[in-house]
Structures are given as C-alpha cells and as structure tokens.
C-alpha cells in the first residue's frame, strides 16, 4: 500500500526535472525561428513536408518522429517543426538532470537527494544556456533528438548497472534506444556508444548473457529504419538526394560516397585546428574556471570509478573528433555546436562532479551514506557556482534568439522576380533549401520546378532533373553539358529563372536581372545595365538590415557579390562596383571577412 507520505516524496523528487522541462521549453521556444531557417534546417523541413529523402545519412528517425509531431500539434507546420527541437531539447535536459543525478549518487554513495538535486540542477542550467545547446532548440534540426537518445541510453546504462545488467527489461529498452540513436545522427552516435558500452561492461564485469536478446532488438530497428529512407526514395519525391531506389545508391548513400572525404582531414594541422576549434568552443561557454572545475570531475571518475572515467573520457575524445571533416572552423557554424552538444553534455556532468567536491569539503567530513544537507555548504556551493559561470551565462543567455530571422522572407524576396510557372535553377544549396521549404510549407500547389545545379555534379541528380522537367536528355554528360541542353529544351516552353555563380556565367548574354535572380530570354534583346539599379541596391540593403543575423547577412553579401560579377564580366564596371560597395558595407556591419 502506497502512503500519502511517499506520494509526496515523489512529488518533491519530481519538481526539479518538470520545472527543468517547462522552463526550458519556454525559453526556447520564445525563441524559436518563426518559420524556417537556412541551409540544413530548411532541407530537413522540406523533407519532413514532402516525404524527402535529405543528405545522408538521411537522419530516418527525425524524419519519422517529426512527422508524428506535425500529426499531434496544432501550430502552423513550419513553427511547430521548430519548437520540436525545443521539445526535444527540453527533454534531453530534463533526462541529463536525471543522469547527473544518478551518477552523483554512484560516486559519493551520497542519500542526500537534495544536495545531488541543487548541484544537479544548477550544471542543467549552465548546460541548457550555453549556445551550443540553445541553438539547436531554436530550429529545426536533428541535434536535440540526438542528445536526447545519447542522455536516454546513458541513463538506461546507470539502471542496469544498479541491477548488474541483470533487467531483461532494461536491457530490451537499452538495445532498442542504441537503435533509435543509430537512425538520427549516426556519426557522433557511432562515435558516443564505444564509451557508453565500455563503462557499462567493464562496470558490470562484463556480463554479456542478457545482452544477447538486446541487440537482435537493435538490428531490426536499425533496418526498419533505414528501409524506410528507401521506400521514400522508390516514391522519387521532389527531394530526393541520392536516389537511394537501389542496393547500389542506397549503400553509396549510407556510407557518403559522394561526399568529399580527404584523408588530409587527418593530418596534423588539421587535427590540431578541429581540436583548438573544440577547445575554444569549450572555453567560450564554459569559462576557464569551469573547465578546471570539470577536469577536476572527470579527474575523480578514474578516481572512484576508473570504468565511468574511462568510458567518459572516451566519449569525450572520439566526439572531439566528430568533426574532422569539416573544412571550415567558426563559431557561427551552427552544426559544428550540434556535433559537439555531447562533450557540451559531458561537461556539464563534470562540472557538477567538481561541484559536489567543493560541497564536500565544505563540510569537513566524509561523505558517509546517512549524511544530512548541510544547508549552508549548499547555499555556498550554490553562490560559488553563480559566480564561476556567471560571465559564460551572461555571455550565452538568448544568443540563440532566431525569433527575428525568418527563411521565408528570403525566399518570398527571390521568388517575386520568378514567374509562377517557372523552372527555378539554383546555384546554392542554401537557396534550394529555402524554396523547397517555402513550397513545401507554404505554397503545396506550387508549380515550379526547383533544382540545384550541383546535384547535376551527379549522375542521380541529372535523372532526376531531367524526368521532374519531363526532358528526354541523355544524363551521361557532365553538370555543364546538362545544363546547356536543358535550357535548350526550355526556351519555347516554360520560363527559367537562374540563380547567378560561375556555373551561370557563360550564360549572361542570354539573362537579365528580375528580382533576386535571372530570367532566361534567349530570344530577347537584352539591355544589360537596367536604369534602376541604384534602387535595387537601396532596396535590397534595406532588405537585409532587417536583421543582423550572421547567416541573413551572409546570405545577401553573396547575392550583392554576384550581382556585381555579373555586371562586371558584361563589362558594365559602375553598376559592378555599386553592388561590390553595397556588399563591402554590409559585410562590415557584420564582420564578415
């Protein structure tokens, strides 16, 4: 029989994580990009609306989940595709608190849940402030899923240690998780579970029978997963990158054959930028001081439990080196934060170790199992640690605010210039992912065609775009010669409006400036320098002073730029170096190099 006394101690013990959850949501959500946001988030929302298949791996599980989201909330879908990810980041705290909770308990032996609650709850608070993990709340995107199922297995991990592995329950739930996890971002998944399953086993002395029934359970979720990317692929849906239809291109898919991954990736000056980059990512968010508080954490995980430190420590290193591929190191690049929320999360569990710490010596005493809350050491541990991360905190509070940048309004600005019935040809991934998710959101009945021309790079790009333009072009040519014969295909029959790069350059005799892009008239005579350009500079300037949002303002410096280069190379210099002032004073409004 349950008494009304542990009904309230459950209560009590289940205050801190609900207002963890609902305090987290709101300062997301109130946050949240009010429609899509640029590059990967519009293609993921493009996606989810129109059953696509985005980049690999394919990120199934976000797709699926989001799509189940859409089915159960009442907010318009674009919006309510980001305040999913504030969900999920809300919900990823709200299982760390727990994890915090549950390994302090492990390495002090400590009963005292109220001390463990308020230093737990105060490493949440820093974690959930800092920009890494505010700026995957604030847009759709598949990073608060992924530590969501990161903090989901390594909670699942400390239950079964409590039982000796000995759950088939735990561990049916374990395995399934581990599965779940491998179909939203299988890179730093893949890279997190090696130290996840080492701390378990090496903790449990390496029990393996219960285990057994586990990972069969992991390897048909796995599948259905995947299979599911490719049943949406046979369907050939106007986002479909890869055309993963066959065993062929379903496994080039998985394993990012067509992506460029150079070896030089691991040379020493590369490894040497991805980890000063990590480092510094690190510090900004955490300070200098909370770092050392951290360190000295995970310094005394080898201490009391050399398989916990171990395991964490592993995690820690291979996610360091989650991002190794990456070209380009800065901060603004929001996707490097999401490969690092782990080690943002570890962190964050460490820095609380190191809190617990200071609490103990506090109290000048050993941490005994029946010790009570020293009220005072607590007040004083509480104060220490406002004052340790009060400048990150400062620092990182609603620095992920996107409630004023809005993909939409670019893609409404690019498309006004294009006919209704047009065929739209991209030079940016960026601007593709935009329109696809203005249609997809916004506009369902559309009848234009998008394409990028860089999926003409390959062979599945050009398929596609050929049978989505109903053009019978032979796609065993390159990107260029495609190009040159679709557009011969067009002229006659429904307008092109190009987006304008070099790819688009040996066409300039043959566009004209409209709007944001470029209407191809092969039979018109075209005057290239329109007499409104002073005004279109005006207006576009004050476009994109609507926000000082670094990927806004990067994406209209690029648009001025071409603009520029277009006028430049038909040989019309004032009104090239008018679009090249324009873009120079934007640029250094926003410290763009």
């Known amino acids: ?293 951290a360190l000295v954490g995970l310094a005394y995980t080898f201490i009391r439990k050399i398989p916990l430190g171990v395991g964490v420590s592993l995690i820690l290193v291979l996610n360091v080196f989650s991002s190794v591929f990456s070209t380009e190191y800065f901060y603004e690049n929001f996707d490097l934060h999401g490969y690092h929320l782990i080690s943002m999360g570890i962190m964050g569990m460490c820095s609380a170790i190191g809190l617990t710490l200071f609490y103990g010596f506090l109290r000048h005493k050993k941490m005994k199992k029946d010790f009570k809350t020293d009220k005072r050491a607590l007040m004083i541990t509480a104060v220490v640690a406002v004052l340790i991360f009060a400048v990150p905190i400062y620092n990182n509070i609603f620095s992920a605010d996107l409630s004023d940048v809005d993909g939409r309004t670019f893609a409404e600005a690019f498309l006004q210039g294009a006919p209704d019935n047009a065929m739209i040809i991209t030079s940016y991934y960026n601007t593709y992912f935009c329109l696809l998710a203005y249609d997809a959101g916004y506009n369902p009945d559309s009848k234009r065609i998008i394409h990028c021309l860089y999926n003409w790079d390959h062979k599945w790009g050009r398929e596609q775009a050929a049978r989505r333009s109903d053009e019978s072009i032979p796609v065993e040519r390159g990107r260029q010669e495609f190009y040159r014969e679709l557009l011969n295909g067009r002229t006659d029959a429904k307008p092109v409006y190009i987006e304008y790069d070099s790819s688009s350059r040996p066409l300039a005799k043959y566009i004209r400036p409209q709007g944001l892009g470029y209407i191809f008239a092969f039979h018109d005579s075209l005057k290239a320098c329109p007499q409104s350009f002073v005004y279109d500079i005006q207006l576009r300037l004050k476009e994109a002073s609507g926000s000082n949002h670094i990927e806004w303002i990067k994406t209209w410096v690029l648009w001025f730029n071409n603009r520029g280069l277009y006028y430049k190379h038909l040989g019309e210099i004032d009104a090239a170096n008018a679009y090249f002032e324009a873009m120079n004073s934007l640029a250094e409004t926003a410290e763009i190099e």
Not at 15 to 36: E, G, H
Not at 153 to 159: G, R, W
Not at 255 to 270: D, G, I, K, Q, T
Request: charged fraction near 10%; charge should be positive.
């Open 1 to 293: 029989m349950i008494r009304s006394a542990d009904i309230i101690n459950i209560m009590k013990r289940l205050i801190p994580p609900l207002l963890i959850f609902v305090l987290a949501y709101v300062y997301y959500s109130i946050q949240a990009c009010p429609s899509f946001y640029f590059w990967d988030s519009a293609e993921l929302t493009a996606a989810v609306l129109t059953d696509g298949v985005p980049h690999p791996p394919g990120f199934p599980l976000l797709l699926l989940i989001a799509k189940l989201w859409l089915s159960v909330t009442p907010f318009e879908k674009v919006l309510s595709l980001n305040l999913f990810s504030s969900f999920m980041a809300a919900a990823g705290l709200t299982i760390w608190y727990f994890v915090i909770m549950e390994t302090l308990r492990y390495l002090f032996r400590m009963t005292d849940r109220n001390s463990l609650s308020v230093i737990s709850f105060i490493s949440i608070v820093v974690l959930g402030i800092t920009f890494s993990y505010s700026i995957q709340a604030t847009r759709f995107e598949v990073y608060s899923l992924n530590f969501l199922l990161f903090a989901v297995i390594f909670y699942l991990a400390l239950k079964l240690i409590e039982t000796s592995g000995e759950s088939a329950v735990l561990n049916f739930l374990f395995y399934g998780a581990v599965g779940l996890s491998l179909g939203a971002h299988l890179l730093t998944m893949a890279l997190a579970l090696p130290g996840i399953f080492l701390f378990y086993y090496a903790w449990t002395k390496w029990k393996i029978s219960r285990p057994a029934a586990g990972i069969p359970l992991a390897v048909i979720i796995i599948v259905a997963l995947y299979y599911y990317l490719y049943k949406l692929a046979v369907l050939q849906p106007s986002l479909n990158w890869g055309d993963p239809s066959n065993l062929g291109r379903f496994l080039d898919y998985l394993f990012v054959r067509e992506f460029n991954l150079s070896m030089s990736s691991f040379s020493r000056a590369h490894l040497a930028e991805n980890i000063s980059f990590v480092a510094r990512l690190i510090a900004r968010q955490f300070g200098l001081i909370g770092i050392i508080l």
